[in-house]
């Protein structure tokens, strides 16, 4: 219940970056609406709830932002800096399945990271690893006002292009194509 009651509070606060409003760049638009906030079922969901019963609601939310994201990334390499996790495995391997999870990557499409005491430092390895195509998570960057810190540092790098903050997590692009942007999305 207080699940609930605390999303239903995030969201009416966030309500004014929902599904793309204000967004003026094509490739960051189609990203929100069709990655971050796509509602309709994808053909896996159900298939991944009876294989993984028992998930927490907002874990099963973040899992299906994975599965989206494996999807629209199609890259063969996820780096997993942060915990492992079977659900997120399964949840990725689902959504793309060429994607190979792995903790040492050669030359990463995906990279997910945790916002921990570390993250400052597996943020300068990811930049070393990095293609210029792929795309960074970084999970709880509002989990404390240093963890904010460091997550606006990080969207602010000169080698990060466009950022998105989800409230759960941020994802960082590093594509030199795009206009550096930063956006704070309803998710």
């Not at 906030?37 to 939310?61: C, K, T």
């Not at 070393?128 to 999970?139: M, S």
Request: net charge positive; hydrophobic share 40%.
């Amino acid at each position: 219940m207080f699940y609930k009651i605390r999303r239903m509070a995030l969201w009416l606060r966030r309500c004014p970056y929902s599904r793309g409003f204000g967004v003026q760049s094509p490739s960051a638009y189609r990203f929100i609406r069709y990655v971050v906030n796509e509602h309709y079922p994808y053909y896996g969901y159900d298939d991944l709830s009876r294989a993984i019963p028992g998930i927490a609601p907002s874990w099963q939310r973040q899992c299906r932002l994975y599965f989206r994201i494996a999807n629209y990334a199609q890259a063969e390499e996820w780096w997993e800096v942060a915990p492992e996790d079977e659900a997120v495995r399964a949840y990725v391997e689902a959504g793309c399945r060429k994607t190979r999870l792995t903790r040492h990557a050669d030359r990463p499409g995906v990279i997910r990271m945790a916002m921990d005491s570390g993250a400052k430092e597996a943020f300068a390895r990811c930049l070393a690893k990095a293609p210029p195509e792929a795309l960074l998570i970084v999970e709880g960057i509002h989990r404390s006002k240093s963890a904010l810190r460091l997550w606006r540092r990080m969207a602010d790098h000169p080698r990060t292009s466009v950022s998105f903050d989800l409230y759960t997590c941020g994802i960082l692009f590093f594509d030199k194509k795009r206009i550096k942007q930063h956006y704070i999305v309803n998710f």
